[in-house]
């Protein structure tokens, strides 16, 4: 046998054995109550759902207010009473890059 020949084999052994698998792991059938009873709607909904951007990623999750543009980038403009998160002036340092270590640190010294 060739090594390609081989290499072929081998690969077909493989794509086997993940097919055994995928056929293993198969989500079940559907069973039940089917999903009419489940799930009634006659009541409207009453949950407002907006767009407001929440999150490290647009908003100083320290101070709740949105980044604004900088020359260094965005930043949050609030007075900061945290002196390990905040420049000389004061102001809060926290930004979109050092969000997470933020909300990881406050985290564990259990303030949220
Ligand atoms: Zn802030």
Redesign the pocket.
Known sequence: MTRLAQAYEALAEAAAAVALELRATAPPEPSGAPLTELLPFDEPFTETVTNEPHGSAAV????G?AYRDGTYGPY???L?DDPE?SNRKGY???TPKNAAVWLRKTAAAGKR
């Not at 100083?60 to 101070?63: E, F, I, M």
Request: proline share 15%.
């Open positions: 100083c999750p320290a101070h207010v949050c403009p609030s900061s998160w809060c340092n926290i």
